[in-house]
Nanobody
């Protein structure tokens, strides 16, 4: 499974962005998928995750109520809608997928995209 994240960019505080994670491989639609982010000098943190058919979603406390994860299995794509962005959301955002795991721990995900940079100006 190859993952490609895109949709990052520069946005002002309070703005919105939608990230996409496009995957190759027919089996992606059955893989739980997560979004993580890494700010300069910091560890990679969990942002959100979605189960294979989208029935259950998880969010970190820092993004709950502002970000929404969703998926379109017909398009082999997982999305992260980010609203009310603040400078604290500035980071490289990565999507990750795994045949089984759908939780918060990055080490448990097998497949990773290359990352897309989100910069929120104050």
């Amino acid at each position: 499974v190859l993952l490609q994240a895109c949709g990052g960019g520069l946005v002002q505080t309070g703005g919105s962005l939608r990230l996409s994670c496009a995957a190759s491989g027919r089996t992606f639609s059955s893989y739980p998928t997560g979004w993580f982010r890494q700010a300069p000098g910091k560890e990679r943190d969990f942002v959100a995750a979605i189960t294979r058919y989208g029935g259950i979603t998880y969010y970190s406390d820092s993004v709950k109520g502002r970000f929404t994860i969703s998926r379109d299995n017909a398009k082999n794509t997982v999305y992260l809608q980010m609203n009310s962005l603040t400078p604290d959301d500035t980071a490289v955002y990565y999507c990750a997928a795994d045949p089984v795991y759908s939780g918060r721990h990055p080490n448990n995900y097998r497949y990773w995209g290359q990352g897309t940079l989100v910069t929120v100006s104050s």
